[in-house]
């Protein structure tokens, strides 16, 4: 089925909702994108153009491997689709793309379709359109799963030529057909590559030449047999980021899960844990000294929330004056404290927190941004503007107008130096 059957076959539980009422001017900072099956076309070197990633329609019933998984084959059913790439199968999750279901519990965690999801997923026109009913501005996106979170399948290709001329292919992409039909409305972040720091930060430049403001990498890169962040394997990327004031977004869980034994809840506590995995994440960055080192990086960390900071901040003033007596050997010569650099260099990104949303000022009103997490089971569409009106409503007094304007969008605007409308709300 091609995506023009798919969009005239949208099944009822789809179908747009009323728009909804705009109380704020907001940039979402953490959504996701389907990749759609034309995007390598004409992208690709001519060598290179009968291997590109390509959609192919699965034989309903036969068995389809999950190499390293507890949980038996796949079974596909009617009409369903995948990502093929170097002779792998990449499979697309039903909890990955369902804006407009009612029900996830009736979802089947199996391959699915382009008729399964809402158009906005993987058609820009459509993804605007859903951004409008939702009264969203702007949107950060993040590859799907033909991509990895972080361009992680790329950069592991089995031929490292193809691996890369598929990641500048994706890029291409994302700037001249994602982001460029609506310059306004998509902040520009691409992926780079990983397993040349000195070709990643060419493409960061490659990139931040023609505008793009933004990059995503792994979370936690040690957990996928790349070198830690401790050494200087990944500075030639972070230096690129700092010195075109590309963002690095680190999105939860592109590192992988936390590893759990024998259950039968293990998506339960995965994303139940998402707060932790983003704690840690935070923790290994800010000990790194990559944020010493590069003192003009922004570090996003997507969709871990920010009930956690407080604790850690607390945790970091403790031990500077106890366990570490006042030394800090780990950074000669530097005078600013680990809190005050979690508080510098670091940016947190919120869903839904409302039990720490009152201590917004000890984190930072300038540190903290919205997401909506489209079209994810987590995502908020088609009513995060109720609901963020709801939660600024509950706090009272505690957050001024201007506090207010910072979460919403001021912070993203100034974070991914993104334009903002001529009026904006509140």
Not at 89 to 109: K, M, S
Not at 142 to 147: R, V
Not at 197 to 225: C, D, K, Q, S, Y
Not at 239 to 247: I, K, P, Q
Request: proline share 8%; net charge negative.
């Amino acid at each position: 089925m091609t995506i023009a059957e798919s969009a005239n076959e949208i099944p009822e539980f789809l179908r747009d909702p009323d728009p909804r009422e705009v109380h704020y001017t907001v940039i979402s900072v953490d959504d996701h994108l389907i990749e759609p099956p034309e995007m390598f076309e004409d992208r690709m070197p001519k060598r290179f153009a009968d291997q590109a990633p390509r959609i192919r329609n699965l034989e309903a019933g036969k068995p389809i491997p999950r190499t390293g998984s507890k949980f038996g084959p796949l079974i596909p059913g009617e009409n369903q689709q995948a990502w093929e790439y170097e002779g792998e199968l990449f499979v697309q999750v039903g909890l990955n793309a369902v804006a407009g279901h009612t029900n996830y519990q009736e979802l089947r965690n199996e391959p699915s379709s382009f008729a399964e999801m809402r158009p906005g997923c993987y058609d820009i026109h459509a993804r605007i359109h859903d951004m409008d009913l939702n009264g969203i501005w702007a949107s950060v996106n993040f590859p799907s799963h033909i991509t990895g979170f972080s361009g992680t399948v790329f950069s592991r290709s089995k031929d490292p030529e193809l691996g890369h001329a598929t990641m500048r292919a994706w890029n291409d992409w994302l700037f001249e057909d994602w982001h460029g039909a609506y310059p306004e409305r998509i902040v520009p972040m691409g992926i780079t590559w990983l397993t040349d720091p000195e070709l990643g930060a060419a493409e960061i430049r490659r990139n931040a030449e023609r505008g793009f403001t933004a990059v995503t990498m792994p979370e936690r890169p040690h957990r996928l047999g790349y070198p830690s962040l401790h050494g200087g394997y990944w500075d030639p990327i972070l230096r690129a980021c700092e010195e075109t004031d590309t963002a690095l977004c680190l999105h939860v869980g592109s590192s992988g899960l936390v590893e759990l034994g024998d259950t039968d809840c293990r998506y339960e506590q995965n994303i139940t844990f998402f707060p932790g995995l983003s704690m840690v994440s935070g923790i290994e960055w800010l000990w790194s000294g990559v944020p010493v080192r590069f003192p003009g990086l922004k570090i996003v960390l997507a969709e871990g929330g920010i009930g956690w900071v407080p604790m850690v901040l607390d945790r970091l003033e403790y031990i500077a004056g106890h366990a570490l007596r006042g030394g800090m050997e780990t950074w000669p010569g530097v005078d600013i404290t680990p809190a005050e650099v979690l508080q510098r260099n670091f940016y947190f990104c919120v869903l839904d927190d409302p039990s720490t949303m009152p201590a917004a000022h000890r984190i930072g009103v300038d540190h903290i941004m919205l997401e909506t997490d489209y079209p994810h089971s987590d995502g908020t569409w088609p009513d995060s503007q109720a609901l963020i009106h709801q939660r600024f409503t509950d706090l009272g007094d505690v957050l001024s107008v201007d506090d207010i304007r910072k979460i919403t969008h001021q912070n993203a605007a100034r974070v991914f130096r993104h334009p903002l409308p001529e009026k904006c709300l509140p």
